[in-house]
């Protein structure tokens, strides 16, 4: 038998949980870095959590619509720099093709950090009529961001995947019920596949995309008091598309402009779910997300090990709709195997031994609750699949809890610097102007603006802002992020 060794986890998430996450993507095998700075080698294990959502959302878009394509890596530079505001947004995170061997281009290509601008371009020459709108594009591609401050996998990384929606719109009603719209299916998403719940609101004018009318984003909460942008919908109104002239003729005869929104989420939601859920034994994966459901552990001794084995076949068939794991390894002790999943967040572990199989049963154990239960051999398949949906609602309402007790309101700035510095998210009167809010982001070294809720951001007529005392414009939720 092989030697027995630990892989677990060796920091407490409430103690460093810097260190605690980059044991969990690492140990659980969901990704690396490569040799490249920043850049995330995505391992099998991490791969299935994006192949899952890719499946959730794509069915969720084309549903609506939306039909899938594929733009170019490379954007020449005279196409990124003809929106002004976009450009300069992205100017410190652009990484730049300058060279085709070792001869000069005779201009850069900017590697794409996002798609506005490649994208319009080619609808310019798609769009002439009003039966060619509403235009609905998405893509699933890589972006490149050449982050400058500390990487992380997945959080940050300058390489990542993402999907990106483009959308053109004949009227601005459209265009915003269609933003809205997709904000929504990525709140159900995480929602309803991450167990994750998330807060969802519009970004100030200082955290809008840059060249947006607005922008609406999906934000979660994490365990050590730092909110995370998971999704974004943006209302590009008709900025993108007076730059690269796209027009076309309505019912009317007349000459019009569409209108324009993007929308996005990307691989750095895997380290957001990471982190909400797992715990100081490991990863603890949300069972609508994880590839195997289950596995299936034999105890075996020499005079039973046939039996035992056959009955473990028989279950992995029987529960074949869950992609179970039959670990049947002797080179490793049925302890060791506990460890090993459990550490790798299958959501359910069954073990089987003779005494077991004697009586019929097996012993289920939820990755989340670490509680054994017997089960009948002839029950299972329900079993299994009521635990699954339980497991789920459970680790939901165990999040949601813990973001509702964070989110606090005040009314005085002692209590605003105080509680943002315990992690808290809190929620103020605010005056919406962007040196306001660099101000307070100055003042507490890193609080930002989150969102303006959808619900709830109401201020009473003569409400001030709690920084500058200038009008109130809306309630405005405030933290740390990364």
Known sequence: MAKEMTRGITVKKEEDISEWYNQIIEKAELAEF???????VIRPNGMAIWEAMQQFFDKAIKSHGVRNAYFPIFI?????????????????????VTHAGDEPLPERLAIRPTSETVMCTSFARWVRSHRDLPVLINQWCNVVR???????????????????????????????????????EYKRMFE???????????????????????????????????????????????????????????????????????????????????????????????????????????????????????A????????????????????????????EYELKGIPIRIELGPRDLDSGQAVLVRRDKKEKQFVKLSDMRSVVAEELEQMHHDLFDKAEEHLKSLMVSVDNWDDFVRLTGEGKLVKIPFCGEPECEDWIKEKTKGVTSRCIPLEGSEVKPGTKCLHCGKDAKYMTFFSRSY
């Open 34 to 40: 490569s040799e490249v700075k920043g850049c995330l």
């Open 76 to 96: 020449p530079e005279k196409y990124f720099k003809l929106e002004a505001e976009h450009a300069e947004g992205f100017t410190p995170e652009v990484a730049w």
């Open 146 to 184: 050449w982050e400058t401050k500390s990487t992380r996998p997945f959080l940050r990384s300058r390489e990542f995947l993402w999907q990106e929606g483009h959308c053109l719109h004949a009227t601005q009603e459209e265009n915003e019920g269609f933003v809205k719209l997709i904000l929504m």
């Open 192 to 310: 309803e596949l991450h167990a994750v719940p998330v807060l969802v609101g519009v970004k100030t004018a200082k955290e809008k995309f840059a060249g947006a009318r607005n922008t609406f984003a999906c934000e979660a909460f994490m365990p050590d008091g730092k909110a995370l942008q998971m999704a974004t919908s943006h209302d590009l109104g008709q900025g993108f598309v007076k730059t690269f002239n796209i027009r076309y003729t309505g019912e009317d005869g007349q000459e019009h402009m569409p209108f324009h929104n993007s929308w996005g989420f990307s691989t750095r939601s895997i380290g957001g779910m990471v982190m909400v859920h797992s715990d100081n034994n490991g990863l603890v994966l949300p069972p609508r997300i994880a590839y195997n459901k289950v596995v299936i552990i034999p105890i075996m001794f020499d005079k039973s090990r046939t039996d035992v084995l056959k």
């Open 312 to 339: 473990c076949e028989k279950l992995k068939q029987e529960l074949s709709e869950f992609n179970p794991i039959l670990d049947d390894r002797e080179e490793y002790s049925p302890g060791w195997k506990f460890n």
